[in-house]
């Protein structure tokens, strides 16, 4: 299926719902203390780290150069999603109209939008764009605030950048690339939020082909064969590419179309593996030769996609490990995950 085409099961013509619409808040007049919106880049550059083939052996100075490159995007980031996830915990009106000043201050700075030089500068606009569309559906419907063309336009012009990054991508294609693998998860979880944000329905179906792409590549034992070649990195990158996936099929669900079920509930069998995997990784180990990095800890990346999850297929084992996580928020998924 090709990455433009139009998902069947999503030409209704209502409105494209988030999940988190379909939990409404009740607002409050709790207070929020707002930080003063930052200066952004409109252009960005930044480069990897990893220093081999498998991309799984990071460059500890070459971590700390793009560690420093982008900083103030994630600060940034992480104050609107802080501030979203405020609203959707205590209804704080004042915490919705921080996200609301936050973006639009943003989307004066068209920021992002500019040249990304360098593929991992695509990735971190890709990335942003996902926190921020996410933090905007989870305020949108909070009491006072007006849709803002200037924020719609601005997510829509970043997504559209994102999704031309990986169609060129596989225009350009002689084996498998980011266009294969996590990266493309990710850009369809951020580009189909921003669809919902603009019920544009063409980046909504979008980022659901790219779930499909994910689904197709999931094996009978739950493996992702471009993932289990990053080598110390295999078990890690499962577990980022399962995050999005799931995302993805919230999404899905909450338009009426049933991603969990496609090719008989694939995502259940990566799931299943990724939790096998962070109860005991050998058998990563045994599949890459090599010992898994950061196996045994728990994370709230790695985890934070059981929230909505375990609301459709309850597990003990799933549950057990959110319970260890110090948290379930995690920025890039735009913080906390749908009830």
């Known amino acids: 299926m090709s990455l433009a085409s139009v998902h069947p099961l999503a030409l209704a013509k209502e409105s494209l719902r988030s999940p988190w619409d379909l939990h409404p808040v009740a607002a409050t007049d709790a207070p929020y203390p707002c930080p003063a919106a930052p200066q ?8 990897s780290y990893y220093t081999d083939a498998q991309h799984s052996f990071p460059d500890p100075a070459l971590k700390k150069k793009y560690e420093d490159s982008v900083a103030g995007i994630d600060d940034f980031s992480r104050a609107v999603v802080k501030a979203a996830d405020a609203y959707q915990t205590t209804g704080s009106r004042a915490a919705a109209s921080c996200v609301i000043g936050l973006l639009d201050a943003a989307a004066k700075q068209k920021t992002l939008t500019g040249d990304m030089n360098g593929h991992q500068a695509s990735y971190v606009q890709g990335w942003s764009l996902g926190a921020w569309a996410v933090a905007y559906l989870k305020v949108r419907a909070a009491p006072g605030v007006e849709y803002s063309e200037e924020i719609a336009a601005w997510l829509k012009k970043l997504a559209e950048e994102s999704r031309g990054y990986y169609e060129e991508k596989q225009r350009m294609r002689s084996h498998p690339n980011d266009s294969d693998n996590n990266h493309l998860y990710w850009a369809g979880f951020a580009i189909a939020a921003t669809g919902i944000a603009n019920n544009d329905r063409k980046l ?24 289990m070649a990053r080598g110390q990195m295999a078990l890690h990158y499962h577990l980022y590419a399962l995050a999005p996936l799931i995302l993805l099929a919230e999404f899905g669900e909450a338009n009426g179309v049933p991603l969990y079920a ?38 709230p990346w790695q985890v934070s996609w059981g929230r909505p999850y375990t609301r459709r297929f309850p597990d003990p084992k799933i549950t057990e490990l959110m319970s260890k996580a110090e948290r379930l928020n995690y920025t890039m998924l735009g913080g906390l995950p749908p009830p």
Do not use: M
């Not at 952004?40 to 480069?47: E, G, K, V, Y």
């Not at 790219?210 to 739950?222: F, M, N, Q, T, V």
């Open 40 to 47: 952004l880049p409109h252009d960005f550059a930044t480069s």
């Open 204 to 227: 909504f179906d979008w980022g659901l082909d790219a779930y499909e792409h994910g689904i197709r590549d999931i094996k009978d034992d739950g493996t992702l064969p471009n993932e």
């Open 262 to 299: 496609e090719r008989k509930f694939a995502i259940r069998r990566l799931a299943e593996r990724c939790v096998a995997g962070l109860q005991d990784a050998s058998f990563f180990q045994q599949r890459t030769g090599i010992a898994q990095e950061g196996a045994g800890e728990i994370q």
